[in-house]
């Protein structure tokens, strides 16, 4: 169960308005890798969770950050909003072209739809959708897919970041920034931790080895013309959980014979040879 | 530019038919983390690549040994849908139950939509699309992103092959659980070999310490009450970046005030305040 | 059954060609709350009418009209987008930046793939799809979404009447505006009549009020801190279905324990804890 | 920002597993009037509201109580899906017909996806999207929104409770449906309110009059054949914003003219008429 | 503008309720080649056409045809689902298997969003959208398109015919193949009286042969080893615009160098080489 | 199984940056009609054929080279996306408007989602979804999906090609211009081929047409009021299947009756008439 206050986590007030910008910050409130993606992903990931309390507390502990995020975020796209006039006429843009560029570069939803309110979309307008987020129950799967969030979520609020000049939002964005940071170090420590203690880094540990093609598990296989990808860590040496040595294939070839699929039976009605027309 | 040669990577024939078990194994073909998930993120990661030229070799090789996988799994359910009756009606349900159970359960777009072949769709009959994949640009990122596809996809192939007792599926299941064995390595040495390189484990690692928030860096804030949270690694001790501790807060506070928005110009019809209306 | 007339059913002709313009009217044709929406829903709520005649009457006639109102504004949008160039080559940028913001604001997609005519998507080209509409066969239920739809649909016209100066476009949009005034009448009409033959006012009126939880059926909760949530109608009074009388709790805590999940089976291949894995 | 507490809000612990009921219950978590709706529409209406402070804080109590069922319909699920094994294979289909249907009936992503926990998504497995929300800024507006939704949410759940004998189930969603009703209760009292300061019922009340098409704003055209529809109250009498009769034509015809488009430009390569071709 | 009467274009009655069967009809009501995809396909190529009256007018005689089999199909779905009892209990599936397959094989939407009406969504429930269509502005486009159209459409109901033995179901869908049949025709001769007048099969016709790379506009090239390819009418011959001859490449290369891409700008912090780094 | 050479099968370079253009261009290798849909299509096409081998050939041939074209249009979006830079601040619009329309006109996500890489979406930034794609096991309805998409394909490339003056942007474009007329050639021959051996135009040439209501199956109604419909070639003379005559119907009137439904169960909780509510 939750609670609110009023407070935010953290300022969030840009020194003027500037609806192109506000545009572009919905990336990161209403994207794919964006503030209610993680959101809902921890908290799915923490409601789901059938393993220790520590990981179910510390999942929610950070998803109930990310709530705060998003409220952040939101607060942010609707100042960067106010004020924005929706009568600029044509006739505007022959004698202020500077404000017709700003004003056509403004996601127009934001006017039509939410009246000067942040949306839960993106910076192409495209709605969040849940199949951005993973909670599978096996939780060194789920804190990889964690770090990789937290990895594109602050590549994507630093190049916002490039992209101001305000200092009201470069201060908000300098904090989620540093979070997002927070969290990297957080899952990048919790999948330590795990990989330690199923004493393995392959997802999922718990397969049996003897039920894989082992033949194939440390195969690199080069299939773009040119052996440059054999310079890599991966090609050569010990493999990184330790059980065999990376072998890099130059000219590999197919395992398994051409496929040669059965006719449909007719009443499917598909293509028929020529014979069987009547 | 690609070529095609007719015989598999690896052989993909079920012992027999079975639509039902052709509908769950569309979830690791179109699915979110399914074989054109990762086909197309590397060709994109590949076709995008900016840096070293070993980096953009190596994505094209394994995403084309991907395409691979995508027709190896568009054969197998193929096959498994071999000799579909449509015509089972409504009068066999009684006299068959299990016949009526099997029926009712495949999807039914196999039979009306693709007269028995494979789609690019997802277990539960939705449609790929391309918000399932990210390139970034960044390569410690999208090598994240892959690791984490890779940890998802074996955890669901493993899961399927759980849910399978033919010979013949279970043969093709275990060359992907074992190739999927093979990149999880391959993205672990790729990204062990750039944290190296740029000497952080923190994406992106080129933004200037000092543009960010650093005394929020390292804070765990534990925000779901019951303190289970502060047994993990990720609570004390240095952080994974060895640039700190972890800090963890039993009872956080907010650090900024409580927002007021300021009232919408008339012309967009926002509601306004009781004396404003005329 | 349907038939058409070439007449619209309102005049739709804009003074001048304006594609900026006709990007942001796309919203009211076939966004959330656009005439598609309306249309498809008041049709659909009509064919799968199981009530009195004269609701499937009145329903029919409704979605009908809205159809006219879908071929007038697709008609407007093809008409602001006539003799749109295609070939503003971006030295003419340089030389006319307002007709570069112009240009630059356009929706590409009405060159590239309508070729200058309208398409059933919204203001930022997200297409129209049917997750936007309902038919519940309840008509209470569904008359409610009704006036929704027309209370947002007129306040985003009203929104675009406010951003244009073109008379014609103006003329058509104060008819929608006009009936969108009607349909919001007829729809609190049909509720209040609904409401007062079912003598109740809260959806479904039919579930019997022994089976629900009644301690906190008239309950408002103060989640958030601060109580000026207690100052309106809502906090107080006798509830509006005339049964009982609005409480406001101040502090109110949970009724249910803390949840304990079970371990998944193994061949789940979730986390398991440290003991457990072989 | 917020704060989470361990327990639940209300009990949800089903009397016995029950997959195939799971796949049903997900409607009112992830569906399009689920309680993620709900709980994203309020919370953004909160963060974006520019209106009188009581109104924020009302949406932001009434959408942190949904963020608690929200977890509530996740945890009922994750129970449901308790000891799911996945390896029912298709011999034990011919000797148990019923437990085949049961493990057909299920979704098949709860096994491969989640690993036996909730989804983000509806009862056929379609993700849940922010298209489904609404903050328009417009309060009379929204809250007719939230009034449906509430609607729509508790008949859904009504049907929910039809559909199963769980005690435990049935105890879980007698709590829902005595929150839907008091929260019909709550958005009915502030539309009541809204409409009593506005002094109108039609969203939004501050159009100026003068400026739509006054002529058409009471008619009900009969466009479907038969005239069941003027039996209603939409179709005679007072119009219900009190500025007005109702008006019913039986034999409606059009305004406007018959709309002619001119050709596109060449560039356009639509297609010209025969004479144009070189 | 649009009128509707009460009579179906065709009895849409089945002899008893199915509601299995109603969830696969769904597939050509609102999927992808279902009617409202026609519908709306056709009524859009109408609104915008900027050709010969007499292609409007067809195009909106056809699409108001496709309206009355969007009614047509609704009603047969809603009467498939007649009588269905929402409270089958898990007993029941113990006691009588043949009626827990058929209920656990229809779509749940259908109980609890729809009430037992039809839903505008394919047999799997995903939603109909507008990027199911096109109108170019490109009449030849476009009736292939519909050619296109018909022909799935009609492949998709008799698989449907084929999978019931339902003789009021049959009749309905003997109805609409017949139907689809003459639509299929009358495409066929539009695209013929095109081409002629055109003089061209190459859509658009209107692009001067001389801005393209003629070299390769009639080459197949042989990129899936093996050359069965070579025995099609394809590979060899004139080529079907009367300007050429097919000319079939065995082992096709590149025409292009290796693309070398440089680095991005160091604010896009995408991954720079090991020197770059701070 | 597929191999990749390091060579793009055609030049695929820009004479300079521009990513207003490189915008635009993602339309035809993300969208509904482009490079991606076509190499998916003809891929899952190849991979389910159950016909004869050169189908199965030729479509794994045609497939394989799209690929290469979806490389090219990648390719040649990160090129125009070469050097933007992120951080033009709201100042420089001033300064230079036009420099402000162009930066404004690009998509926001080609800076902060893909780092100045191409993307799988169109030129709105919708994502490519496999909804765009059919294989449904009948050859002559593929082939004329095939036809249309390379007719829609080959109509947007060349407005793209009317709408650019870069004369390397122009010489890769001439190259798919010329590759799709190709296409267009190659997929009508395999039509004619198929329609000759199959004897018949309508799909699917299988189902019998005593089957179907032969009454209807060349009819023409005209259903929207004016004549100009009856003047084409659809209207009159023998059908195109040679099989009876074109009939053209002035004034059709329904066939069937007005359809009544019964009321739902109870448990449905559906409106209910006046007197049944208890």
Redesign the interface.
């Known amino acids: 169960?939750?609670?609110?206050?009023?407070?935010?986590?953290?300022?969030?007030?840009p020194s003027r308005p500037?609806p192109?910008?506000a545009?572009?910050l919905q990336?990161?409130l209403?994207?794919?890798?964006g503030e209610?993606s993680v959101m809902?992903q921890y908290?799915?990931q923490?409601?789901?969770?059938?393993?220790?309390?520590?990981?179910?507390?510390?999942l929610?502990?950070i998803?109930?950050?990310e709530?705060?995020h998003?409220?952040?975020l939101?607060?942010l796209i609707?100042?960067l909003l106010?004020?924005?006039?929706?009568?600029?006429?044509?006739?505007a843009?022959?004698s202020d072209?500077?404000l017709?560029?700003?004003?056509?570069?403004m996601?127009?939803?934001h006017?039509?739809?939410?009246?000067?309110?942040?949306?839960?979309?993106?910076?192409?307008?495209?709605?969040?959708?849940?199949?951005?987020?993973?909670?599978?129950?096996?939780?060194?799967?789920d804190f990889?897919?964690n770090?990789?969030a937290?990895?594109?979520g602050?590549?994507?609020v630093?190049?916002?970041?490039?992209?101001?000049?305000?200092p009201g939002v470069?201060d908000t964005l300098?904090?989620l920034?540093?979070?997002d940071?927070?969290h990297?170090?957080?899952?990048?420590?919790?999948i330590?931790?795990?990989e330690e203690?199923?004493?393995d880094?392959?997802?999922?540990?718990?397969?049996p080895a003897h039920?894989?093609?082992?033949?194939?598990?440390?195969?690199?296989?080069?299939?773009?013309?040119?052996?440059?990808?054999s310079?890599?860590?991966?090609a050569q040496g010990p493999?990184?959980?330790g059980r065999a040595q990376?072998q890099y294939y130059s000219k590999p070839?197919?395992?398994?014979?051409?496929?040669v699929?059965?006719?449909?039976?007719?009443?499917?009605?598909?293509?028929?040879?020529?014979m069987s027309?009547?």
């Open positions: 169960m939750f609670y609110h206050i009023k407070e935010l986590q953290y300022e969030a007030k500037d192109v910008y545009k572009k990336e990161v209403g994207g794919q890798y209610i809902m908290l799915f923490g409601f789901n969770c059938r393993a220790d309390k520590k990981y179910r507390d510390m929610l502990d998803g109930t950050e709530m705060a998003v409220e952040m939101a607060t609707a100042r106010d004020n924005t006039p929706l009568d600029v006429q044509e006739a843009y022959h072209p500077a017709a560029a700003v004003m056509g570069g996601n127009p939803q006017a039509i739809v939410s009246g000067l309110g942040a949306m839960a979309a993106d910076s192409v307008g495209y709605p969040w959708n849940s199949r951005y987020i993973i909670a599978s129950g096996n939780l060194l799967a990889r897919a770090l990789n937290e990895s594109q602050r590549l994507q630093v190049r916002l970041f490039e992209m101001s000049d305000d470069r300098s904090f920034i540093a979070r940071k927070a990297q170090n957080q899952w990048y420590a919790a330590c931790e795990l203690r199923e004493n880094i392959v997802v999922p540990t718990t397969f039920l894989e093609k082992q033949e194939v598990a440390y195969d690199f296989y080069n299939l773009s013309r040119g052996e440059a990808s310079q890599g860590r991966w493999s990184m959980d990376f070839g197919p395992f398994g014979p051409k496929p699929l059965p006719l449909a039976p007719p009443d499917v009605h598909n293509t028929m040879p020529p027309k009547m």
